[in-house]
Nanobody, 123 residues
Framework: QVRLVESGGGLVQAGGSLSLSCAASEHVNAYYTMGWFRQAPGKEREFVAGVTWDGGMKYYSDSVKGRFTISRENLENTAYLQMNSLKPEDTAVYYC????????????????WGQGTQVTVTS
């Protein structure tokens, strides 16, 4: 059974930083594309960032480009999202995702989702 477990969310002031982690079960092997989505109150879930299986290609939404960095450590089956220069509009539940079919499929609707972790940015 595939499991994705996020950690690292919390409360931070605008301009601050947070780092999210996603621990994947062994079924999410190194060939899966991994990524992060978020959902703010009253809004639809949106793609935030994605990384290919080898970490060689990384993709970001325009709203986070230059502020967020996605990475992964395949030996530990873990993905990360480093979030800097946070803004109140980054407040959302952040979801770790994984997909066996590549970045296009992940962006369109991943196979697997974590439970989510709350990130709140105060002004």
């Amino acid at each position: 059974q595939v499991r994705l477990v996020e950690s690292g969310g919390g409360l931070v002031q605008a301009g601050g930083s947070l780092s999210l982690s996603c621990a994947a079960s062994e079924h999410v092997n190194a060939y899966y594309t991994m990524g992060w989505f978020r959902q703010a109150p009253g809004k639809e879930r949106e793609f935030v960032a994605g990384v290919t299986w080898d970490g060689g290609m990384k993709y970001y939404s325009d709203s986070v480009k230059g502020r967020f960095t996605i990475s992964r450590e395949n030996l530990e089956n873990t993905a990360y999202l480093q979030m800097n220069s946070l803004k109140p509009e980054d407040t959302a539940v952040y979801y770790c995702t994984a997909d066996s079919r590549g970045i296009d499929n992940l962006r369109g609707g991943p196979d697997y989702w974590g439970q989510g972790t709350q990130v709140t940015v105060t002004s």
